[in-house]
């Protein structure tokens, strides 16, 4: 039963929990958490301190630095070398503490993220602003504790007469918290200190004045200053992070772009391999060469540009694409009264001022108990020597010391300590002069212990000397800001001309969906003949286009897919092209009914859409801009079954004009339709009976005067003049197009405005084609029923109708 009771059944997420929180507690207050007071986590206080007690500091040689962690880890730090060896090295990088804290030489590692070499090798010592952060140590300013095996005793904290959390910043990551504090300058945060003693309720906005924002050692360009002020009244807060880099003009009209700084804590040799992979992969177009031309008097990247490059688009790319700008996030955490806290700016110096009054408070007691007791031994050796004759004789008729103090003490009143220094006083300093000494030495104690009384007992007095110190580590130790603030986040904006070289190519879109740009010297040895393309497919866009525009292409289910051109293929003009499915993926029942290309996403421009259903639709251009290609856009709203039939692009001054299969047309302008956004649904187009759908939406300009030419089922074609109709308004029956038969009546399977150079081609359902030229044929009047151009009974009935895609050179975008 005994044996029993020694363990204890216990739910495993209990004890999960509890080991796991003892552990977390450790980790964050014993290793990766800076204090808020000193802004040191233990390693590097424990690495400042040894240096310090072995009296390795800025005014004597540098000491190996295996000598300093093998003290570190041999009398305060039981951990790993390695770990203490790269927080030492960290505190003496440049680029990475705005104020090193160790002098170190040899290789201490460098920017480009080489590592230091091996702790054999260097040598160190503590810098100079190092001694103020251990100053007055040793007059129990700071709460001291056994070390790991109760041999010595080591500081909790450091007396930090500078700010150092502010000044040098932090970063760390622990069991369940981060932190992230950015450097700042030494003479802003004095400023700002100083100002929360004198205005304890100074607001951010304030302090803001004194203290601008972080100051990286790498220097660089912040921006976003409503970041920062969230970072300094929460703790979290993100601002923008970004090297400085000019254009410069280079022989040869040529230019290039010079890096002299990088963002904090970025890899320079990373950050370079990187942008010159985005030249090798002609990511960004315009980039010759990239060359580190850092030196030791200073760093310099150069990005030297081709000719007539577009420099500011490549710097926005760099800015956007690289790590030359980055988004810095504070997260500012630290231990504060032993718990790890989120700190706003006030809080921190609050701290900071806290831990410093007390510090000031110890070190004041500790000199006025040290002016004390001198105090009190030179007024008994004032006394001694006024009855000097009579003290020798005491001391010479004494048996030893001890008897000679006990005899001074129960004849003259001595004190224990006055008699200790009588009887230890050396012969010499019996004479005249040492008598006046003494007496100027108590008036200069006295003096001393009646400031530092009053001191202790004045909060005023003793801020007084908190500020004075501060001003002289300011004087001492400020320098130039080096990081610049901006305001406002810039918003980069990168051309497409920047990431894709401008070239005329040759696209084919057919009406099966296949899909290829081809060179122009491909598709010129060929003369245009010799497409390769599938049996019963047939073309139904060529377009010559460059690769920085772009193409929309609209599917019958009211979609659109967005591509740019250079995403496409590029396969030779004898190649089948590639599939729309293979680069975005759609429906199986759906297909492609017209391809737009578009140079610019004018704002008076506008697409129009016509529905089988007799819907129409009218948008404007430039809500189909889009920024992600990778699936079918909502091009339309479609109810029920219904499908696209045309979509045209206008400028808002167009005519309309709506045909269906049972050969009824309507006419009217395009101010008739409402715009309406995006995703919505169209509008009445036209008043349908039932088996009736509409076959072809038109757009054109009436005062072309242009033909119109339909073709129906039984391989009829009729070509009619606009002047025939009347043009009415929207939603109307329209009037009929052809002489209405009893038996067998013809169907309109489509109608297209045409010119004078076009060509319709009409397939049967038996594949047979047809190519005519609609301004062959007489102008009829709407009551006839056109020309035969086929045997209907013999080829079959027509099923389809194109015009035939004539190939532009160049191709004007805007009026398609």
Known sequence: MAEAEKYLDLPLEEVLG???GRYSKYIIQERALPDARDGLKPVQRRILYAMHHEKNTYDKGFRKSA???GTVIGNYHPHGDSSVYEAMVRLSQSWKVRKPLIEMHGNNGSVDGDPPAAMRYTEARLSSISSELLRDIEKETVEHIPNFDDTIEEPTVLPAKFPNLLTNGSTGISAGYATEIPPHNIGEVIDAVIMRIDKPGASVDELMTKLKGPDFPTGGTIQGIDGLKKAYETGKGRIVLRGRADIQSVRGGREQIVIDEIPFEVNKATLVKRMDELRIDRKVEGISEVRDETDRTGMRVVIELKKDAHSEGVLNYLYKHTDLQIA??????AIHERTPKLLSLPMMLDAYITHQKDVVTRQSIYDLTKAQKRAHIVEGLIKAISILDEVIATIRASKDKQDAKQ?????????????EAIVTLQLYRLTNTDITELQ?????LRKRIEYLQALLASEHELFKVIKTDLRSMKKKYNEDRLTQIEDEVEELKVDLEVTVASEDMVVSVTKDGYIKRTSQRSYGASNGKDLAIKDGDHLLRLLEINTTDTLLLFTNLGKYLYIPVHKLPEIRWKDLGQHIANIVSIDKNEYLIDVIPIREFNDDQYLV???????????????????????????????????????HVTDGTADLFIASNKAYGLWYHEDEVNTVGQRAAGVKAIQLKEDEYVVSGQVFQAKTDPSLVLTTHRAAVKRMKLK????????????IMLRELKKDP???????????QDAIVVKSSKDNLTTVKPMDFKANDRYSNGSYIMDSEKNGEIVETWVEPKYSAPFNIEET
């Open 609 to 647: 859409f016509f529905t089988k259903n007799g819907m129409v639709k009218k948008s404007e251009l430039q809500l189909y801009q889009a920024t992600r290609h990778s699936k079918p856009l909502v091009a339309v709203n479609l109810k029920g079954d219904d499908e696209v039939i045309d979509v």
């Open 67 to 69: 000598k300093t962690v």
């Open 440 to 444: 100027t030495e108590a008036e200069e």
């Open 724 to 735: 025939d109709f009347e043009r009415t308004s929207r939603a109307k029956r329209g009037v």
């Open 407 to 419: 005899q001074l003490i129960a004849a003259y009143d001595f004190t224990e300590e006055q008699s």
């Open 328 to 333: 810095y996030n504070f997260n500012v955490v």
């Open 746 to 756: 013809h169907r309109v399977i489509d109608l297209h405005v045409v010119s004078n």
């Open 18 to 20: 509890d080991r796991f």
